[in-house]
Each structure stands twice: as C-alpha cells, then as structure tokens.
C-alpha cells in the first residue's frame, strides 16, 4: 500500500511538471503519422515492460501484479492528464505565477495581449522581460518616466556602455547620476511586444535594478493593480 501511494505522488508530480513546462510554452511534440505504425511502437514497448516484470518477478506473482497495478495506475494518471491538458494548462500557469513570481502569465481571451505578474507578499512587483530576445529582469515602476537600464544589465544584453554620452541628469535611490539616452529596438513581455522603446542607461555601479517606466507603459491600452496581482494589456 505504502509503494502505490507513492507512485501515485510521482505520477502526480510527473502530471504536474508537464502542466507547468506548457504553461511556460514548452511542450513535448511527435511525428507519428500512421496509427498502425504507433500501435506497433507501443505494442515493442509493452512486450519489453512485460517480459521484463515477467523476468523480475518469476515465481512471486503477487509482487508481479502489484507492480502492473502501479504502472497502470502511473499511466491513467498521466492519460487524464494530456486528455484534460487545455483545462489544466490555466491552472498550471497560476500555480506557475505563484511559485515564481514576476512570470508573465497570460491570462486574456485567446487572441488577446494581456498578461499577469504576481508579487510575493507586500513587496514591489518584477517581471522578466526580453530586449532582443535575451531576458532581464526589471522592477514595474509606475513613478518612472522612462524605461531605465543599469550599465551591468545593458552589458549583459549586448550595449557597449563605452561609447554612450552620459549627460542626461537623473535621480536614483543612490542618489543624483548622469544617463545616456538609447533605443530599444524590441522589447516585450508575453505576447505583448512593442519596438523602438526610447530608455536610459545610467552610469556603472549607479543603479542596482534596471526599472520598466513609462516609455513602456503609456504603449500599452491599460495596466491595473489587483491585490498582489498587475494586469497589463497590449494594444490589439
């Protein structure tokens, strides 16, 4: 009894992890276009699992069966879940929102842009983005005027800070620096993508987490607090 359950707990964690890998946009394809041909593949497969428990478990027939039963009991598990994967998959983007915070969860009608970030207790809300393609991960701030970008960060994604012109004067936490004025050439969250984003990159050793401002979001049709969630909708 103490085996099946689990194997029950791991075919549960199995179904789980599948959820969240779609729920992220993965997911497992294969191009297998005559059933007949499948059916024999899964019939190889059968027979090699049976005439390995056979060989295993010759002569102990309870222990045997007790076995099938917890692979058939693995397979339902995971059956039920492809079978209801389009119902679970919203299920598994809200737990993946709440177990990493700051992931862009769609969560509009099909066909729209609008995604939604979680926040971990009272604290601030993040989310990761991608600047041509590479992530960054940035702090939402309303109170910004632009989309600003550490001189670390912009390093990582490709910017050669050297031969930027810092002479744009701002306020940080750490106090009053000097920026250099680019443009983004893409940037987006989700499926909401928006292009030629004027930013600021602030000198080296200034700014310790690069902020997604206004220049960001005035592109957007609407953002909104709910709670511990920010909901942002692109426009269409």
């Known amino acids: 009894m103490r085996r099946f359950i689990v194997f029950l707990l791991l075919a549960a964690f199995a179904l789980l992890l599948v959820i969240v890998i779609r729920a992220r946009g993965g997911g497992f394809t294969y191009?297998?276009?005559?059933?007949?041909?499948?059916?024999?593949?899964?019939?190889?497969?059968?027979?090699?699992?049976?005439?390995?428990?056979?060989?295993?478990?010759?002569g102990r027939f309870g222990q045997a069966l007790e076995s099938a039963l917890l692979w058939v009991a693995l397979g339902a598990v995971l059956f039920l879940g492809h079978s209801y994967r389009n119902e679970l998959l919203p299920i598994g983007q809200r737990l993946l929102g709440e177990l990493i915070p700051g992931?862009?969860?769609?969560?509009?009608?099909?066909?729209t842009r609008e995604i939604t970030i979680?926040?971990?207790?009272?604290?601030?809300?993040?989310?990761?983005?991608?600047?041509?393609?590479?992530?960054?991960?940035?702090?939402?701030?309303?109170?910004?005027?632009?989309?600003?970008?550490?001189?670390?960060?912009?390093?990582?994604?490709?910017?050669?800070?050297?031969?930027?012109?810092?002479?744009?004067?701002?306020?940080?936490?750490?106090?009053?620096?000097?920026?250099?004025?680019y443009i983004i050439p893409e940037l987006s969250i989700g499926p909401i993508v928006e292009t030629r984003i004027p930013a600021l990159i602030t000198r080296p050793g200034r700014l310790t987490e690069s902020l997604l401002g206004h220049t960001f979001l005035d592109r957007l049709a609407s953002y909104e607090?709910?709670?511990?969630?920010?909901?942002?909708r692109g426009r269409n």
């Open 103 to 111: 992931t862009a969860i769609e969560t509009g009608p099909p066909g």
């Open 118 to 181: 979680t926040r971990r207790g009272a604290g601030l809300f993040r989310v990761e983005v991608r600047i041509d393609g590479r992530p960054v991960r940035m702090l939402v701030d309303t109170g910004a005027s632009s989309v600003v970008l550490s001189a670390e960060t912009a390093e990582r994604i490709g910017i050669d800070t050297k031969t930027l012109n810092f002479r744009v004067p701002i306020v940080t936490a750490n106090g009053v620096t000097e920026a250099a004025t």
């Open 31 to 58: 191009d297998v276009a005559d059933e007949g041909v499948r059916a024999a593949y899964l019939g190889i497969i059968g027979a090699a699992v049976g005439a390995s428990l056979l060989t295993m478990f010759r």
């Open 225 to 232: 607090v709910s709670g511990n969630r920010m909901i942002l």
